[in-house]
């Protein structure tokens, strides 16, 4: 069962998640920081957390079938990180509500 949240958590809840957060960070006037910020960056580390856990613990498997390594979590973290950072950003200069 934990592996299967774990799993929820870092694959599609977590991007639906994060979607949602950022789409109220679009809401606001531009470069401003607020506690949407925080729930975003919280569903980010919620995110990787839940992915190594997931690799760790629960030798998840690879997109390949193959277990899980810890490369492949490298490869998660960064992939996410860099998406998630670019995202950011664009919701913080944009202005769709506010």
């Given at each position: ?8 958590v870092w ?27 925080v729930f ?59």
């Amino acid at each position: 069962m934990g592996g299967c949240v774990a799993f929820l958590v870092w694959g599609l809840g977590g991007f639906l998640a994060l979607l949602c957060a950022w789409s109220l960070i679009l809401r606001m006037a531009p470069w401003t920081l607020s506690l949407r910020d925080v729930f975003y960056w919280g569903i980010v580390l919620a995110m990787l957390g839940a992915r190594r856990l997931s690799v760790t613990r629960y030798a998840s498997s690879a997109e390949s079938g193959a277990a899980s390594t810890r490369r492949d979590f490298r490869l998660y973290a960064v992939g996410l990180l860099g998406v998630a950072l670019i995202g950011w950003i664009v919701a913080q200069s944009q202005s769709y509500g506010g």
